[in-house]
């Protein structure tokens, strides 16, 4: 596999954003748990990938991006959280391979890239969130990421 990484800045992000959109597309396609519903076009994505390479430039987000032979085969993002007091946490989001990639160890190595970048930007609290018993959930917990559940029993049992 001969998969590099790079970090990319909000110029280089705009430059891509057709592959990025048609990336996003891809895994709504396929069922990837990102936040979008079936039917999600690609005018959609790029409206998406606007927005955020605008808060990309304002450098309170980190971008990473797969290649494999100059094309991009997947990326992943860790956003600063926005609050005074937790200059310590981020979260992981729209980590995407795109479908035609997967089962070869892409994801792994975003994640790996994204954790390290975050832990030098000095984020030691990482969160995600993700469909439980999907294939992202399989790969966090075999990357030893701690899953944390709600359930509405237990906010019953915090109500009694």
Known sequence: MSITLQTIDHRQATALLPVLSELLVDAVASGASVNFMQGFEAAEARAYWERQIAALAANDR??????????????????????????FRAEISKMLVHSSQRRRGIGALLMTGIEEAALAAGKTLLVLDTAAGGAGDRLYRRMGWTCLLYTSDAADEEDS
Do not use: L, R, T
């Open 62 to 87: 980190i971008w990473i991006v797969a290649e494999e032979a100059g094309a991009v085969v997947g990326m992943v993002m860790c956003i600063f959280a926005p609050q005074p007091n937790q200059p």
